[in-house]
């Protein structure tokens, strides 16, 4: 039973909204000319669940001036600021009671997101499902929705059986129960704010599970090999301790470009037994989008209980040479792996699942490594993960068939540097001796032939590396946030470089057949051993005052949809300065 009282932020918050009629797809819309013009108090909108056995779910919504810090707790808590026409990002904030059974948890965090954030969701889905689901693409796209719809049953049934006694099959039931919160959040919210308009409950799961969507026939071309990850070595002779920075640049569509920041603090427990012990993760943070429940962009920040026990993961899309992809597939053939099999867990809900868990960077490669029945998931990603505690750096390989991953903690230590742009690094000389069973595999010969690290310094003239020597990490940082985001340049990367910055700051609207997709957004870490020193974000392609103008819908891609969206992307760096911790 869902009760639900106090006035409806968007009553409050948004001046005027259309609904309009799509003819040429048959759904409904709703159409902002723009969302939230008028800013009325702080803008920051704050709600809570409080579950009781007997009344059900109840849902207080405490509208805006909050004092966050002293909301009432209840089963969970949440505020959302919508600041996506002012910085490109809105803020989403959400935290669970540990005194409530971790499903009820689960589903009252879902239901805060999916009433808080209902209209972003449905102006995603209009973008990103709807108008792509027209023409010849509908029987494309039922046969995707049946398709979810059978490997949901499955993977819930799964959970239920399994989940009393393997963790891991217990984050997947908990992430299921928080997108069945999701859905009910933005149907009542729908129901409240007396619209009619409709998303199959098919679409939700499609929101959460995208990344996989590739192997149901539906595909983002060019995603792969445009972005990445950029790691650095900041520490000076001078330092205390080591400072480090992690940059990476998600490559997407750029309808997708209707942008979340999140922050998950749940009470979990490793399972669902009365006493159990909490998961080891307490927060993740994530950069997302409306209706996902993972990243997507797949950047996480896992913070521990203890705030110096975090870790900071980046992945990229995977890239196989075709040879090798061809040797896994026959071996695949040869080991009567059925190509046909069911998937059960897929991706999104696997790494959510190792996130929660994970106590380091072993761990979390075992449970990616977990096949599961997720043979035919994407899982075609290259990660770059860092531990600030003990300044460790990793490089995790996933494919769905095996996972390596590697300490290149004292390489990066001689060479200051790693750019990543999803070319394998170890997967590719490791075919001939792929274990089918679900493993982790340590690489220990002719490390340094397969790394593709960048001597930068080495492209800096002397007059560079003289007044660089110079620069204090916050000028260093200021410069940093400039080229990845801004001037649109690692002036420490040549240009005539096979992994060239042309990756980490692709835009297809620029190219001669201009293409919507591209580099959408830019997240830059700033760590110590103590943990984060900074986090900024940029929303929207790279631009540059010297050579790139702004991205801008009207200019580039006007009949493409991009509900809620601004139309010129020109926004600075934010720090979402999370209030719960």
Known sequence: MLKVVGASWLQTRISTYIIATVATIGVGAIILSEF?????????????????RKSGYRVDFWGQNNDLMS????????????????????????????????????????????????????????????????????????????????????????????????????MVRLFYAQLDGLKEGWNYELTRNQQEVEIPDEDFIWLAMVSDLSNFGLHDSQRAGIGGIFFKNLTQESDVEPLLALVHNTAAPYRKMLRLLKKYTFGYHINSEKNSKRVPTRSIVTSSYPGALSSQDEYYGLLKEDTKDLMILAGTPLTIKTESHDNLEDSKSENNIQSSKPNVVM???????????????????????RRDGSENTRQLLQWVILRPGDSSVWVVEQHPLMTHAIDFTKIIKEKGYLFSDGNSLLINKEIHMMNMESTVKTIKNDLEKELKLIDIESNLNSEDSKNYSRVSHEEYLKLLLQSSNSSLHFKFIEKDLPTSIDTMTFRGDLETIPTAIGVIDSKITLVNSNGFVDFQATSGPAWSNDDKIPFQWSESFPGISHLGQPDKFKFPSINPHWVWF
Not at 36 to 52: H, M
């Open 347 to 369: 991706t999104a809900a696997k790494i959510m699942a190792a996130n929660w868990l994970a106590t380091d960077v072993q761990s979390w490669s075992r449970m990616i490594a």
């Open 71 to 170: 909301l009432p707790m209840g089963t969970a808590r949440a505020y959302f600021k919508h600041r996506t026409h002012k910085t490109g990002w809105s803020i989403l904030e959400i935290e669970t009671s540990p005194n409530y059974p971790d499903e009820i948890q689960a589903f009252a965090a879902g239901l805060l997101e999916g009433s808080l954030t209902w209209l972003l969701i449905h102006l995603h889905w209009f973008n990103t499902i709807a108008t792509v689901c027209v023409g010849d693409r509908r029987e494309t796209c039922d046969i995707i929705r049946q398709q979810l719809r059978e490997n949901s049953q499955v993977a819930r049934t799964h959970a239920k059986l399994l989940g009393a006694e393997d963790p891991f099959w217990h």
């Open 36 to 52: 939230g013009k008028r800013v009325e108090n702080d803008g920051i909108y704050s709600a809570r669940v409080v579950y009781n």
